[in-house]
Antibody, heavy 117, light 111 residues
Framework: EVQLVESGGGLVQPGGSLRLSCAASGFTFSSYWMSWVRQAPGKGLEWVANIKQDGSEKNYVDSVKGRFTISRDNAENSLYLQMNSLRDEDTAVYYC??????????WGQGTLVTVSS | QSALTQPASVSGSPGQSITISCTGTSSDVGGYNYVSWFQQHPGKAPKLMIYEVTNRPSGVPDRFSGSKSGNTASLTISGLQAEDEADYYCCSYTSSGTHWVFGGGTKLTVL
């Protein structure tokens, strides 16, 4: 059974940093692109970033470029999102998702990031 | 403002059919057959319902179907059931720097 479990969310002040993790199991992690998608409270979904199987290619939505870094550890079956210079508008539930057939076929339950002073 | 335009809400009675539209441009919906649809119940993670415009993942009822015409994709749910009440989001690949864009979401109410 495919499982994705996010962790690392919490309350952080504007300008602060946070590192999210996603533990994957039930599939060959190193064979798939992986994504982060977020959802602000009461709002819609927004794709944030994705990373190629070997980590050699990374893509970001414009609003997080230069502030967020996606990475992965295939030996640990883990996906990460390093978030720096956080802003109020980064407040959201962050989901980890597996990519397959040009979509996101499995999602974790999400971790809440709240940016507030 | 979302890149893809969906109606804010739709409704239907049990047993009826409804269609949710998702309108983009030739840079996204119209240019690629990479449109997906996700169902999200309150407090839950999104669930993939349709991918590559028309394909259903295993386990998704055949009451759910997808289509596309020009720059507009559509999700049709036939034989509405109470458990179909949820938010639905479309998503498309885009040739813009964003790579992937979602619609603003549609709240489906089963009357």
């Amino acid at each position: 059974e495919v499982q994705l479990v996010e962790s690392g969310g919490g309350l952080v002040q504007p300008g602060g940093s946070l590192r999210l993790s996603c533990a994957a199991s039930g599939f060959t992690f190193s064979s798939y692109w992986m994504s982060w998608v977020r959802q602000a409270p009461g709002k819609g979904l927004e794709w944030v970033a994705n990373i190629k199987q070997d980590g050699s290619e990374k893509n970001y939505v414009d609003s997080v470029k230069g502030r967020f870094t996606i990475s992965r550890d295939n030996a640990e079956n883990s996906l990460y999102l390093q978030m720096n210079s956080l802003r109020d508008e980064d407040t959201a539930v962050y989901y980890c998702a597996r990519e397959s057939a040009m979509t996101r076929d499995y999602w974790g339950q999400g971790t809440l990031v709240t940016v507030s002073s | 403002q979302s890149a893809l335009t969906q109606p804010a809400s739709v409704s239907g009675s049990p047993g009826q059919s409804i269609t949710i539209s998702c309108t983009g441009t030739s840079s996204d919906v119209g240019g690629y057959n990479y449109v997906s649809w996700f169902q999200q119940h309150p407090g839950k993670a999104p669930k993939l319902m349709i991918y590559e415009v028309t394909n259903r993942p295993s386990g998704v009822p055949d009451r759910f179907s997808g289509s596309k015409s020009g720059n507009t994709a559509s999700l049709t749910i036939s034989g509405l059931q109470a458990e179909d009440e949820a938010d639905y989001y479309c998503c498309s690949y885009t040739s813009s720097g964003t790579h992937w864009v979602f619609g603003g979401g549609t709240k489906l109410t089963v009357l």
